[in-house]
Nanobody
């Protein structure tokens, strides 16, 4: 089993910054992917940023150039640095660990095993 705990959410003004963290514990395979997703009220969950164990990165078009995903292997922590925030970034943000090492947001969302989710942290951006 894998346990995930997000922190760092809160409120920010448009143009501001927030940093989300996700502490990961449990058994992680040697090949894996980790990702941030978000879900706004009334909308489907969508991928934001993805990092694979080989170092590959992927970002949603809506956050490219503004958000940065990183992983600290010593602290077992996944981080999402969010800059130039916009009101449309308002959502609950979830971290995910995929021991299946899937490489796309869609394949992670459709996974039925080896996938673990955190409980989410709220981000609210005001104009």
């Amino acid at each position: 089993q894998v346990q995930l705990a997000e922190s760092g959410g809160g409120s920010a003004q448009a143009g501001g910054s927030l940093t989300l963290s996700c502490v990961v514990s449990g058994y992680i395979y040697s090949t894996y992917s980790m990702a941030w997703f978000r879900q706004a009220p009334g909308k489907e969950r969508e991928g934001v940023a993805l990092i694979v164990s080989d170092g590959s990165l992927a970002y949603a078009d809506s956050v490219k150039g503004r958000f940065t995903i990183s992983k600290d292997n010593v602290k077992n922590m996944l981080t999402l640095q969010m800059n130039s925030l916009k009101p449309e970034d308002t959502a609950t943000y979830y971290c995910a660990v995929d021991n299946g090492a899937r490489r796309s947001f869609g394949s992670i969302l459709s996974a039925r095993k080896l996938l673990y989710w955190g409980r989410g942290t709220q981000v609210t951006v005001s104009s």
